[in-house]
């Protein structure tokens, strides 16, 4: 119904922002990862928006991205995750964590989420498998069982998501578990 919302920012309590669109103002709950990327007050921000009807309200939610706005519309499709445990968990993690953690299946990594229990968070990955996965995240080069153990031991080892990343692409496609970590382990090391 409303898509898309461009105006100017009059006022920013997190999670919620004031927009003044020609004189009508919208009040849109938005994730923290909006939230620390918005212009000052009295400045003109666009907002990709999903709006949610219920029984007892009418609720805009506001994201900078597309990516964002595509994360949130899947965690609300699943059973026991409403428009503000969603916005919980994108606010906990970004888009690009989040596809990895489905990817990788580490339900670890979203029980970090404040109000995310172990339950939820493999339902999340039960659910979410295949539709966030790597194609919305930055891991698109994971292509092989091998190159998925190997990223999770580089992470296990305490490199960050960008190092083990670029050591995961500069190996070859082929190349096995064992022998694979310890070229990125080499690169990683330079």
Do not use: W
Not at 13 to 27: A, F, K, T
Not at 134 to 148: L, Y
């Amino acid at each position: 119904m409303i898509g898309k919302l461009t105006g100017t920012l009059l006022e920013k309590n997190p999670p919620e922002v004031l927009l003044d669109c020609h004189g009508v103002g919208y009040e849109v709950n938005v994730p923290m990862s909006t939230f620390y990327n918005l212009p000052a007050v009295g400045e003109r921000v666009s907002l990709l928006t999903q709006f949610i009807v219920r029984e007892d309200a009418q609720l805009l939610y506001g994201f900078a991205t597309q990516p964002e706005r595509q994360a949130f519309r899947e965690l609300i499709k699943i059973s026991g995750v409403g428009p503000r445990t969603a916005l919980s968990i994108l606010s906990g993690m970004g888009v690009g964590d989040l596809a990895q953690a489905i990817t990788l299946q580490e339900a670890g990594r979203l029980v970090k989420v404040p109000g995310i229990g172990k339950k939820t968070a493999e339902r999340l990955l039960l659910e979410l498998k295949g539709k966030l996965g790597a194609d919305m995240g930055a891991h698109a080069q994971v292509t092989s069982d091998a190159q998925v153990d190997i990223l999770q031991a580089l992470l296990a080892l305490g490199y960050n998501d960008k190092e083990a990343a670029a050591a995961l692409k500069a190996l070859p496609p082929d190349v096995g578990v064992s022998d694979g970590i310890k070229l990125a382990l080499k690169a990683l090391a330079k």
